[in-house]
């Protein structure tokens, strides 16, 4: 019985590793896919601070949002930092195509930015 339950407990083991790496390299491929020319310009969002919300990108390294707050950001891999003066948020880039951005903020939500038409 010892054997039985020692087995089922190393393919779980195994089954489990092997699910990691593979999402970690399908991770490692999409991330490696963004564009920081891309990112340029400006985007629509779907905060919850309302859905007028944009923020804009600029060449430059600075970005503007439009509440009027503004400050620089950074991007390294698949990541995104934007710096104010008292706040340092980072968000994770999940997703991009020409029209569409996701960016996951901290632990709080995953926003989508759309560019306006």
């Known amino acids: 019985m ?3 339950i020692s087995l ?7 089954s489990c590793v092997s699910t990691q790496q593979n ?5 490692q491929s999409m991330t490696e896919l963004f564009d920081k020319d891309e990112i ?3 985007w629509l969002t779907n905060s919850k601070m ?4 944009y923020i ?3 060449p430059s390294g600075y970005f503007d949002l439009s509440d009027g707050r503004n400050g620089s950001y950074t991007i390294k891999k698949d990541s995104i930092y934007l710096n104010y003066p008292t706040l340092k948020p ?11 951005l ?8 995953a926003i989508r930015y759309i560019r306006p038409r």
């Open 2 to 4: 010892k054997n039985i």
């Open 40 to 42: 340029q310009g400006r």
């Open 90 to 100: 980072k968000g994770r880039l999940l997703k991009q195509t020409k029209d569409t």
């Open 56 to 58: 804009e990108f600029h």
């Open 8 to 14: 089922i407990i190393v393919i779980v083991i195994i």
């Open 50 to 53: 309302g859905r007028d919300s």
């Open 102 to 109: 996701l960016i996951y903020w901290g632990n709080t939500e």
């Open 23 to 27: 999402l970690s390299t399908k991770y």
